[in-house]
């Protein structure tokens, strides 16, 4: 789980033991206390650097086993680049770095926050811890032994010496909420589908309770009552009962409108009839990716008290073959009244989505909507596993996305909507069918989802290729990213708090 209770601060000084971490930038210059602490080793690194060819180029390690002169076992040196080429993200990503060099063996290291130009301030100070945290975890809980040279995970105590202490907390405390959503989300991802179902998905999401999150859990009764045809003929061939969660966060003004994500929460994705290969089937365990980011995200806004009204909403799954599933053929009723014929049961997340989409829009009227789904393979042959694509029906909603994730890293690539696509999925005998063939397939399954969005602002993040199995990051070593959260934290801090 966290890992962020093995992270503290504490002030700038000559560690007493245990790994000593600094940084130097490409002239090999370090911060004036930095070279204080080092003293006549900081000669000896001169030395070591010529020999390894170490420059400080960004990303780069120097590494010194019982550096003379110094207390410290160990010391290590983080090159951080030119000075002037920093950028703010740069401090999350500087975090996973110096976290995935301290030897997962150390019990104590001491991170020196001082780059040539002067101590960090506090919020690059939590933004590197925010980077250690995340780049801290891993996913063992079902692992009972470890192979010979199969590492174990990092257990020790990281202390970020840092100029102000209490600056360095109160910002912290901001950010830890978020490293916790995020482990959450990827906590959620990476659980195996036989211990996270759809009630079971829906009991954690319940447990945000405890951050004074309302969580109501709708049943397959309620949903029939609510007419949700679409959601529920997906869920009709699986053993387990399909649930919808809805978490709400009232920390904005009392009335006033709220913002919404919605999350596609398939728990696991065969295909159904639509059956998948077995090859990389076991994947689909990540298909509830969205749900997860929106459950992570719920967990972050709420535990730093965010000024703003916040829905999450996740509609939980199982997509199963079996003799009472929804057939290719079938035409299904929404709960907006318009009815769809099904092509392929595999396409089965946009079903999930148009009835918690329309359910949420019609009962809390939000100000604008979010989901995020594992959509479609399609849009990892068009992005890859860098972006997630966007579709909008706002310039505005658009544009802060766009933003959002160029300061997150979590990257979005706007994808076009328009009617012209909406030929694609006529059917014969419904109002609409669930696939548009093989041109285009993010974007009609995106045009269908806006069928049941209406005229509300609404932004739909197709996840396939970020959602799980992306390359490992310098912030991430797990295969559930917990893509979205960060995100989508700041989307909202930067545009709809206060
Ligand atoms: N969950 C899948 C999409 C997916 C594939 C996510 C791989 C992550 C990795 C989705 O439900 C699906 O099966 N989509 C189909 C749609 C098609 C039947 C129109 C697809 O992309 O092939
Ligand atoms: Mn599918
Ligand atoms: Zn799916």
Redo the contacts with the bound molecule.
Sequence with gaps: MADTRRLGFGPIAPPSGGVLVVFADDSLRFGMRTRAILGSAADMVAKAAKTERFTGKSGTTLDIVAPGGLKATRLIVVGTGKADERRPLDDVKLGGAVQGRIPAAASEATVILELASGPLKAEAAADVALGASLRAYAFDRYKTKRKEGEEASAKGRVTLAVADVAAARKAWGLRQPVADGVVLARDLVNEPPNVLYPAEFARRAGALRKLGVAVDILDVKQMRKLGMGALLGVGQGSTHESRIAVMRWNGGKKGAAPVAFIGKG?CF?T?GI?I?PAAGME??K??MAGAACVTGLMHALAGRKAKVNAIGAIGLVENMPDGNAQRPGDIVTSMSGQTIEII?T????RLVLADVVHYINTKYKPKLMVDLA?????I?VALGQEHAGLFCNDDKLSAHLLQAGLDTGEKVWRMPLGPEYDKLIDSKFADMKN?GGRFG?SIT?AQFIGRFVGKTPGAHLDI?GT?FASASSEINKSWGSGWGVRLLDRLVTENYEG
Aim: hydrophobic share 30%; glycine share 24%.
């Design positions: 398939v994705d295909g639509s998948k994947d689909m990540g298909d392929n595999d396409a089965e997340g594992t959509l479609t393979g399609a990892m696939t397939g399954a396939a959602g």
